[in-house]
């Protein structure tokens, strides 16, 4: 399974941006997909996670101000990134994974680097 994400760039505080993560390759449509992202320094942190069937789940208070959507059809997840602040700069990363079975299962995207100016 390959994951491209995009979308990522510089944005002004109070911008917005789209990320998109395109899956390709051996994929099973009952997966939970997910956003993650990196800030320099920092560890790995949840973002947002989707199934199949549009279940999702946020970190913190992030649901205020991001929306993770997919496509199935496309194979594809969104997040619509609102009201961005300079802490939210970060790498973010894409995921695609069977809950229970990421042992055989789990894959992440290149990571689109998101940069958000004061």
């Known amino acids: 399974v390959q994951l491209q994400a995009s979308g990522g760039g510089l944005v002004q505080a109070g911008g917005s941006l789209r990320l998109s993560c395109a899956a390709s390759?051996?994929?099973?449509?009952?997966?939970?997909m997910g956003w993650y992202r990196q800030a320099p320094g920092e560890q790995r942190e949840l973002v947002a996670t989707?199934?199949?069937?549009?279940?999702?789940n946020y970190a913190g208070s992030l649901e205020d101000r991001f929306t993770i959507s997919r496509d199935n059809r496309r194979n594809t997840v969104y997040l619509q990134m609102e009201s961005l602040k300079p802490e939210d700069t970060a790498v973010y990363y894409c995921?695609?994974?069977?809950?229970?079975?990421?042992?055989?299962?789990?894959?992440w995207g290149q990571g689109t680097e998101v940069t958000v100016s004061s």
């Open positions: 989707i199934t199949s069937g549009g279940t999702t």
């Open positions: 390759g051996e994929i099973v449509t009952r997966n939970i």
């Open positions: 995921r695609a994974y069977l809950s229970g079975l990421t042992h055989i299962y789990n894959y």
